[in-house]
């Protein structure tokens, strides 16, 4: 098991990947089925934004052990059940060991959850249409998915006007750095590294998938 200079890590079955999904079965997993494909649920997509909050500070794969807690705990982060939360919830869920019991996270998600139900009920789209808008053009993207150029943009153009606008709306934990983590693991962008073997699967889903509008 190799992880070599342009990034890919080849595992025992013979299968490059990116190398930060290493060699636990739940994070190749996600890596392979999930980072980067086009999601278009509003749910979901909120799941991704607060679980992007949550990680802040922590390893994904930290996150990924806890997600179904998360979800258990969050009512399986469907918008208008979390903004319908109060402090008593709070309270409950800071006693809940089996997500992350930061105070200033867990209210962000309430927080946040009512951002994005406020936002439908204004503009009549969807929240999944909203973030969809903020997808990069073709000439912002890059020639080629590298190891460098992914270290060197942890955050991009795209990421930014994205994080602005969430901000406007009221929402926090959305900086830069999580809104181009949202965008990656949404399908917003394809930064599976060029020789990665999810990376055309992931290609060919953005190329059916609807956007939203």
Known sequence: MNETTDGLLRGEDGVAR??????????????????????????????????EG???????????RKRENFRRAFADFRIEAVAAMGEADVERLLGDPGIVRHRGKIVSTLNNARRAAA????TGRSFAAFL??????PGERPEAVTLAWLRENPATPA???????????????????????????????????????????????????????
């Open 18 to 51: 990116c190398f930060w999904c290493g060699t636990d079965p739940a994070y190749r997993h996600y890596h392979d089925r999930e980072w980067g494909r086009p999601v278009a649920d509003d749910d979901r997509l909120f799941e991704k934004l607060c679980l």
């Open 132 to 137: 969809w808008s903020f997808a990069p053009e």
């Open 54 to 64: 949550f990680q802040s500070g922590l390893s994904w794969a930290t996150i990924l």
């Open 119 to 122: 936002l439908r009920e204004r």
């Open 159 to 213: 990421s930014t006007r994205l994080s602005k606008a969430l901000k406007r709306e009221g929402f926090t934990f959305v900086g830069p750095t999580t809104a181009y983590a949202l965008m990656q693991g949404t399908g917003l962008v394809d930064d599976h590294m060029e020789g990665c073997a999810a990376r055309a699967e992931a290609e060919s889903a953005r190329a059916a998938f609807e956007v939203p509008k």
